[in-house]
Each structure stands twice: as C-alpha cells, then as structure tokens.
C-alpha cells in the first residue's frame, strides 16, 4: 500500500505526461498491485454479498487517465486509484463498494454516487412510499459511527413531483446516496488494513441491499 500511495505522490507532484513516460514501470507495478487489492476485495465482498459476481478486477478499478477535453483543468493523470466493486462493475449504476486511494485523502464508501436518473427516481420512489426502512438504515448506531461523511449533494427544494411539506423531504432532495469513512495512512499501511476495510463494508451491506432492490423494484 505505501509503495502504491508513494508513486500517487510523486505524480501528484509531477503530473506531467514526460515524467508519467519516464516512470510507467512504477505505474506499470502499483497498478498491478492495486488490482490485486481489488482482487483481494472482490473475494471476501462475495462472502457476504450474494449479488456481487466473480467480477475481473479490471471492470472494477477506474482508469489513472483523465480526459480533459472539457475541462478547465488539463492535467493529464488522475492523483488517485480507486475501485468501485459492484454487480456489473463500476459503470453499472448499482450501489456497491469504493476504495480510494489519494495522497491526504483517502477512504472506503459505499452506495449509489450519480446514479443515472431512472436509478435515482427509483430510490425516490421507495424512500417516498417507504420512509422508515431507509431511517432505520441510515440512523443505525454502527453505521453512523463507521459511515460519517455523507455525498448527498442534496437539491435546494423538493424534486419535481413530490409535496413540499412531506416531512420526510430532505432524505428524498439527495442526487446522491453514498456515504464515505475516512481511512488515515497509518492504517492503510497496516497489516490488517483490508480486513477492516471488509468490516467497514459489511456495514453499509443492508444500505446497499436496500437501494438495488429499490432500483430493481421502481425501475420505469
């Protein structure tokens, strides 16, 4: 993990396609280390998680490059590895579980981050007609211990075609339903680092459980 987190702050500090050239080796070796990580991960998730399929760790991790034809920002390479381990794999839209792996940032996640907008109706709709089973979830003591940053990224007023005064209405503003637990160098670095990545996740296991269904279920 540190020879990983090493290269990712070299390139953040020389995020330059020449210096990317004259070091592909080391991209070359930490990548095929991070998808053994995913590997690794994708095995013990199984375990608990009878909808993720044996999925080939590279429909999992996200490319380092960066496509800039939009952008303001034209830096060449991302300063992060990440993976995102899910049934279809990372572009599936279905709720599921991230590492990420940055210099000063990084941390384990789980649910639906941009869901596509069929996806987020679907969620809508069942946190609409169902509100207590998806409080219970979030409100769960472990979970609130363990899951602490949220990426809700929540609308400023109701979502088209739901009462303004439900009661409930700040769970259904979210565009996003991920939530995030900070993990420090020291313990990535740690022996024992990803089986307590494993116990972190096992955590937001029923809150991910709760959104596929609420997809498969609400789907149009």
Same mark, same amino acid.
């Given at each position: 993990?540190?020879?990983?987190?090493?290269?990712?702050?070299?390139?953040?500090?020389?995020?330059?396609?020449?210096?990317?050239?004259?070091?592909?080796?080391?991209?070359?070796?930490?990548?095929?280390?991070?998808?053994?990580?995913?590997?690794?991960?994708?095995?013990?998730?199984?375990?608990?998680?009878?909808?993720?399929?044996? !999925?080939?760790?590279?429909?999992?991790?996200?490319?380092?490059?960066?496509?800039?034809?939009?952008?303001?920002?034209?830096?060449?390479?991302?300063?992060?590895?990440?993976?995102?381990?899910?049934?279809?794999?990372?572009?599936? $839209?279905?709720?599921?579980?991230?590492?990420?792996?940055?210099? $000063?940032?990084?941390?384990?996640? $789980?649910?639906?981050?941009?869901?596509?907008?069929?996806?987020?109706?679907?969620?809508?709709?069942?946190?609409?007609?169902?509100?207590?089973?998806?409080?219970?979830?979030?409100?769960?003591?472990?979970?609130?211990?363990?899951?602490?940053?949220?990426?809700?990224?929540?609308?400023?007023?109701?979502?088209?075609?739901?009462?303004?005064?439900?009661?409930?209405?700040? !769970?259904?503003?979210?565009?996003?339903?991920?939530?995030?637990?900070?993990?420090?160098?020291?313990? !990535?670095?740690?022996?024992?680092?990803?089986?307590?990545?494993?116990?972190?996740?096992?955590?937001?296991?029923?809150?991910?459980?709760?959104?596929?269904?609420?997809?498969?279920?609400?789907?149009?």
């Amino acid at each position: 993990m540190k020879e990983i987190l090493d290269f990712l702050k070299d390139l953040e500090a020389n995020n330059t396609r020449e210096w990317f050239e004259l070091n592909r080796v080391r991209y070359d070796v930490t990548r095929k280390k991070f998808l053994s990580v995913a590997e690794l991960l994708i095995h013990e998730i199984r375990q608990f998680d009878a909808e993720i399929p044996a !999925l080939n760790p590279k429909d999992c991790v996200f490319r380092i490059f960066r496509d800039v034809r939009f952008s303001n920002d034209k830096r060449p390479f991302k300063s992060n590895y990440g993976c995102f381990i899910a049934r279809g794999g990372r572009k599936s $839209g279905f709720a599921g579980y991230y590492l990420h792996m940055q210099p $000063g940032e990084c941390f384990l996640s $789980g649910g639906i981050y941009m869901p596509p907008p069929e996806y987020l109706y679907a969620i809508r709709q069942e946190i609409y007609y169902h509100p207590q089973n998806y409080i219970e979830l979030i409100e769960n003591k472990d979970f609130k211990s363990t899951y602490t940053v949220e990426y809700s990224d929540k609308l400023k007023t109701a979502p088209k075609g739901y009462p303004k005064d439900w009661e409930h209405l700040d !769970l259904i503003k979210n565009r996003n339903y991920a939530f995030g637990h900070r993990v420090e160098e020291s313990e !990535l670095y740690a022996s024992d680092f990803l089986t307590k990545a494993i116990e972190v996740f096992k955590i937001i296991y029923p809150l991910n459980r709760y959104l596929n269904k609420a997809v498969d279920e609400n789907i149009i």
